[in-house]
């Protein structure tokens, strides 16, 4: 069919104004520019990835398979199979000291990100605000936009170790807060909360009456202390919606399973858009979950570990090179700044990449608050590691010659 | 005393991944001193804990004619010694890979290594049948390896995760 020029520039102008404006009017993801970019290059090592790289352990997947085998295909409730809620249940009061019950307190989603989007739809009405603190994982922000809701970002900083401070809090609260987003451990910072440093949040949360969405998919990679979840914190249980999953701990990114714990009527509130959307979350994913919990804790532990001492080995290389780097004490996320050499995050991230090969995420794709910082994942192998921070000092020395 | 084992422990771990790491980034992977390190791989080399560093070679992409068989011995222990003393005689032999003593239908097993069917069936009945207290023996080739010492030979695993994620 031949289409003249002048047709198709109105037709693309006419079907971009069918858009809600609410949609049309987000801005595209930081994140994806980098992946243009470096997708089309050759010999880059990357630090962008925001998965593990293990591959999900073989008795996961051989336990799908054989569900597949005996012709597990149908749906299940549509909260998720029992049998997983059960046993989700049970792992996060051995591992954290939380309580749900199985029956009407977790759903099992498609991903934490199902999760978050159905807390936030289930809540948010028009012109309520929601306090992000940043930096912060991408999608909290559009979401609530989508929602009708207001975000409003709270800075942490890397003087506090990324920590979300109650003065800083309570520095955005207005008549119209109504949710709290907390993501502890974090991405893109690797920042994490112990008690005490949540106790002072929890005091203000009470006093402005604030429902927590607490997304803690990141719990099981937590270094040097354990994981406390912000449901735990007294008081807190009822306001805190817990959303997790399987993609980290377990490495099970590509599965798409993760789980939302809350008080009942809040529950009750998001299995209705939950079951009108996507019905249930895929059964063989559930059956590969189910597995994970059941026999996966062994395999989780060794590749904890293996972040911890990959963590180790990229804070303090960017040590040695000169990069001023907080330590990191969850994700598997290091933010060092590279104030230091005069580049904006973005123009640093993008002459690392073509000059040095270095694909790394620049910090103000994770919110303004991230400029000056660079996210560098240590997701990948020791030998990878260990090439990509001599190509960092490489670089970093060239950028001192050139000044 | 059990700091230092759980350390050891973690050195051979992570050498057992790759043997040629040096005590520097082994130090900075478990996160104790230089020092540590080197002290606790001394002392695991001195007691043989450690011992040899040894590069795994999937010997079939260059030389296509060495065979392998493992071989099923059957024997009679010798009094006062067992089976140790048969063992030796037949680990000795440089041909011979590795011997197992095992539990089940017969008593060793042995890793042998020829460069053709007949040098290994030669091994069989001129050196190990004819020791006296041999009763049998059951010679199974290798025809390919896949896995070895939890080394898969030609992962086919590759890592397709998208070079930037959120």
Sequence with gaps: MIVNEDTKQQQVKSMNSYLAPLVRDIPPSGIRKFFDLANGSKDIITLGVGEPDFTTPWHVREACVYSLERGVTAYTSNAGMIELREAISQYLHDSFEVGYDPQNQIIVTVGGSEAIDLALRALVAPGDEILIPEPCYVSYSPITSIGGGVPVGIETYAKDDFKLTAEALEAQITPKSKILILCYPSNPTGATMTYEDWLPIAKVVEKHDLIVISDEIYAELTYNDTHVSFASIPGMMDRTILVSGFSKAFAMTGWRMGYVCAHPDIIAAMLKIHQYTVMCAPVMGQVAALEALKNGMEEKNRMVESYNQRRRLIVQGFHDIGLECHEPQGAFYAFPSIASTGLSSEAFAQRLLLEAKVAAVPGTAFGATGEGFLRCSYATSVAQLTEALDRMGTFLHKLKQES | ?166
């Design chain 2, 1 to 166: 005393m059990k700091e230092l084992t759980e350390l050891k422990l973690k050195v051979l771990d992570l050498l057992n991944e790759d043997a040629r790491r040096s005590p520097l980034l082994l130090s900075t992977l478990i996160g104790v001193d230089e020092e540590a390190v080197k002290e606790a791989i001394a002392e695991l080399e001195a007691d043989h804990v450690i011992v040899k560093y040894a590069a795994v070679v999937n010997w079939s992409k260059i030389e296509e004619e060495t065979v392998t068989a493992l071989i099923e011995v059957q024997i009679t222990p010798e009094r006062g010694r067992g089976f140790e003393g048969i063992a030796e005689r037949i680990y000795l032999y440089p041909q011979v890979k590795s011997v197992y003593l095992m539990s089940g239908a017969y008593d060793l097993l042995v890793e042998v290594e020829g460069r053709n069917l007949r040098e290994v069936a030669n091994f069989v009945s001129e050196k190990l049948s004819p020791i006296d207290s041999v009763l049998s023996t059951k010679t199974n080739f290798i025809l390919k390896k896949y896995k070895q010492d939890g080394i898969i030979f030609e992962d086919r695993e590759e890592d397709n995760r998208l070079m930037v994620s959120p």
